[in-house]
């Protein structure tokens, strides 16, 4: 009897984590939610399929990966770090804010094997321009932007 009171209070605190931790998730999930449709991503044509994988869009972004799945050359290209399209994607697909970004970068240039971050373009017609200009390119711009012929939107999954 003495050892069912003891594991009683672990016990109770165990259901309590767990459902602090399913608050946490159900707060968030809705944030996550909303910042994916303030935002679409583009490719260039050259680039197969019509889905990505958050992981595999972020390991682009991050340099973590360089190819796409096809083997061609990815060449990703951010927003401004002021522009709201921005913080929207970074923290959908990338999970961190701007300025924790900006940071990763900074750490990236000067370590053994320096990175260079992704080009950063003004504004969405200017993500539209690179993207459609260059081969392999991935970018993203708000809702409201008007996608030409030459660029497709790609829709982004768990």
């Known amino acids: 009897m003495s050892l069912d009171r003891e594991r009683a209070p672990e016990g109770r605190r165990a259901v309590r984590q ?7 998730l159900a707060l968030t999930a809705p944030a996550l939610a ?7 991503v583009i490719v260039h044509p050259s680039v197969v ?3 990505i994988h958050r992981s595999d ?25 002021t522009s709201p399209v921005r913080k929207a994607f970074s923290e959908a697909v990338l999970g961190m804010s701007v300025p ?6 900074q750490s990236q240039m ?18 539209i321009a690179f993207v459609a200009r260059t081969e392999g390119a991935v970018g993203y711009v708000s809702k409201a932007a008007r996608l030409p012929a030459e660029v497709k939107a790609i829709t982004v999954v768990d």
């Open 18 to 24: 767990g459902l602090a931790a399913a608050l946490g």
């Open 34 to 40: 909303t910042a994916a449709e303030d935002f679409v």
């Open 49 to 51: 399929g019509k889905s």
């Open 57 to 81: 869009l972020a390991a682009l972004f991050l340099r973590k990966a360089a190819r796409w799945g096809a083997g061609g050359t990815a060449v990703p290209a951010d927003q401004s770090g």
């Open 100 to 105: 924790t970004v900006v940071q990763y970068w």
């Open 110 to 127: 000067f370590s053994t094997k320096p990175l260079r971050p992704p080009v950063v373009k003004g504004t969405d017609a200017e993500v």
